[in-house]
């Protein structure tokens, strides 16, 4: 049973760009969130999706979308990068039946590095 | 969003127990406490979550105070494949809210 798979592995952009990042989630999972890391630091939330709609999002601006498509895979779209958008960038599955306590699977990230 | 405190490095020898402490005073009575860790070039692995009561599992324990402004991570017997950084995490709605982490050290 393949985990959560994300694709590209790694990117190189330049500054005012856009960028897509895949991600598959696990086998039987329905929600897909995406996280934000930059180096030296723990992960922040960008935004979640169900049900192709999002729930849920964390304090980025609207310059970072998404979405979800009916196979529960979703992208995540960042346009007019900024150098500050380098980091990698995780997405974790899990089943929103799960609740509130309900485990999140990651997947290994895309490494986005904008110049 | 309930913040979470943790030290920012521990150190520990193989074959030994290592508790890893988290502050967690504003978290809500309804939140979990969620520990995930993170091994070099990985993304974050699910460790244990819980809610009131201490709770095992085949990875660790985690121990939660009465009053839930505190709990502690167990690994019952470090070894160098623990070696992670380990995040004590809050959550809002359905995300989860990750603070710095706590880098462990294993030395065999």
């Known amino acids: 049973d393949a985990g959560v798979t994300q694709s590209p592995t790694h990117l190189i952009k330049t500054r005012g760009q856009q960028v897509t990042l895949r991600c598959s989630p696990k086998s039987g999972h329905d929600t897909v969130s995406w996280y934000q890391q930059a180096l030296g630091q723990g992960p922040q939330f960008i935004f979640q999706?169900?049900?192709?709609?999002?729930?849920q999002r964390g304090n980025f601006p609207d310059r970072f979308s998404g979405h979800q498509f009916p196979n529960y895979s979703s992208e995540l779209n960042v346009n007019a990068l900024l150098l500050g958008d380098s980091a990698l960038y995780l997405c974790a599955s899990s089943l929103v039946m799960g609740g509130m306590g309900n485990e999140q699977f990651f997947g290994p990230g895309t490494r986005l590095t904008v110049l | 969003d309930a913040k979470t405190t943790q030290p920012n490095s521990m150190e520990s020898n193989e074959e030994e127990p290592v508790h890893l402490p988290c502050n967690h005073s504003t978290i809500s009575g309804t939140d979990y406490i969620h520990w995930y860790r993170q091994l070099p070039s990985q993304g974050p692995e699910y460790v244990i979550h819980g809610l009131t009561s201490n709770v095992n599992n085949r990875m660790a324990s985690l121990a939660i105070a009465e009053d839930r402004k505190s709990s502690t991570l167990i690994l019952h017997r470090a070894t160098l494949r623990d070696a992670a950084v380990y995040y004590c995490i809050s959550q809002a709605g359905t995300a989860l809210i990750f603070g710095k982490g706590t880098t462990l050290s294993v030395s065999s």
């Open positions: 999706y169900y049900e192709e709609e999002e729930r």
